[in-house]
């Protein structure tokens, strides 16, 4: 069992920037992919970014269009953590941000994720 907490969402003004955290349990996280999903009111939760293991010692990172360039997704496996820098913020970025993990190779689509965290608010004010 995998369990995932979240933390760094809040309020801060376009063109801002915000770190995300996802603090994770479980004795393998390093051959997990893990993914940034997002949900805005009245809208599907979307894929953000998502870092998956190559089957070594090297990591693969993926982001959807609208956030390549300004987000970058990380993580330390010495402390099963996986991050969410969010640089440039827009309007558009709001949402609550959700962090997923999955042992599956398929990182696009919330149904391959297992595990989920609770979410954290991201607020960007024009």
């Known amino acids: 069992q995998v369990q995932l907490v979240e933390s760094g969402g809040g309020l801060v003004q376009a063109g801002g920037s915000l770190r995300l955290s996802c603090a994770a349990s479980?004795?393998?996280?390093?051959?997990?992919?893990m993914g940034w999903f997002r949900q805005a009111p009245g809208k599907e939760r979307e894929f953000v970014a998502a870092?998956?293991?190559?089957?070594?010692?090297?990591?693969?990172?993926y982001y959807t269009n609208s956030v390549k360039g300004r987000f970058t997704i990380s993580r330390d496996n010495a402390k099963n953590t996986v991050f969410l820098h969010m640089n440039s913020l827009k309007p558009e970025d709001t949402a609550v941000y959700y962090c997923?993990?999955?042992?599956?190779?398929?990182?696009?689509?919330?149904?391959?994720?297992?595990?989920w965290g609770q979410g954290t608010q991201v607020t960007v004010s024009s």
């Open positions: 870092t998956k293991w190559s089957g070594d010692s090297t990591y693969y990172n």
């Open positions: 479980g004795r393998t996280f390093s051959r997990y992919t």
């Open positions: 997923a993990g999955t042992i599956s190779s398929y990182y696009i689509s919330p149904q391959e994720y297992n595990y």
